[in-house]
T-cell receptor, first 115, second 114 residues
């Protein structure tokens, strides 16, 4: 059973460019969340997708957008990249319907470096 | 707004010691609490999940406790091994009304010396 998979694992962009990160959830999971982790800090919630809609959003600007597809996979898009967007981007999946525990499972992340 | 704090930020112990990692949170309206392990440059591995109605969970040498009323959780690691060296993250999940995303602490960086 494959866990959460993310691509690409590493990428380098320059300021002002746009990036798309991809995530496939764990088998049987229907909810995908994205987190940003700066070096030496805990992850910060970006947004959550369920039934192809953004259900919740953290304190991130509109440059950060996402999408969920009918097969539950998801993309994170970041426009007009800034140096401060350099971070590890983590995707997490879960199954939310009761009696689920709501446990989140994370992928290995996509390391974005903005030069 | 939920805030999660982990103490200590870093810890170095000799192999074989029992140790306790601490996590505190400001809003007791939580759905559950998860402890994660993160190796350098890697993703998060879920270690233990405690529902808000539970007091503790155990897995092998790990035991996590939850005191929701005081806003505290501890992760106990018995007989530590060099392979336990990693960053340990505590995260609380809010109820639907409070926003059910995970709020993370800053982590405890653990080094177990042979």
């Amino acid at each position: 059973d494959a866990g959460v998979t993310q691509s690409p694992t590493h990428l380098i962009k320059t300021r002002g460019q746009q990036v798309t990160l991809r995530c496939s959830p764990k088998s049987g999971h229907d909810t995908v969340s994205w987190y940003q982790q700066a070096l030496g800090q805990g992850p910060q919630f970006i947004f959550q997708y369920y039934e192809e809609e953004e259900r919740q959003r953290g304190n991130f600007p509109d440059r950060f957008s996402g999408h969920q597809f009918p097969n539950y996979s998801s993309e994170l898009n970041v426009n007009a990249l800034l140096l401060g967007d350099s971070a590890l981007y983590l995707c997490a999946s879960s199954f939310e319907a009761p009696p689920s525990t709501g446990e989140l499972f994370f992928g290995e992340g996509s390391r974005l470096t903005v030069l | 707004k939920q805030e999660v704090t982990q103490i200590p930020a870093a810890l170095s112990v000799p192999e074989g010691e029992n140790l306790v990692l601490n996590c505190s949170f400001t809003d007791s309206a939580i759905y559950n609490l998860q402890w994660f392990r993160q190796d350098p440059g890697k993703g998060l591995t879920s270690l233990l999940l405690i529902q808000s109605s539970q007091r503790e969970q155990t897995s092998g040498r790990l035991n996590a406790s939850l005191d929701k009323s005081s806003g505290r959780s501890t992760l106990y690691i018995a007989a530590s091994q060099p392979g336990d060296s990693a960053t340990y993250l505590c995260a609380v999940r809010g109820t639907d009304n409070a926003g059910n995303m995970l709020t993370f602490g800053g982590g405890t960086r653990l080094m177990v010396k042979p």
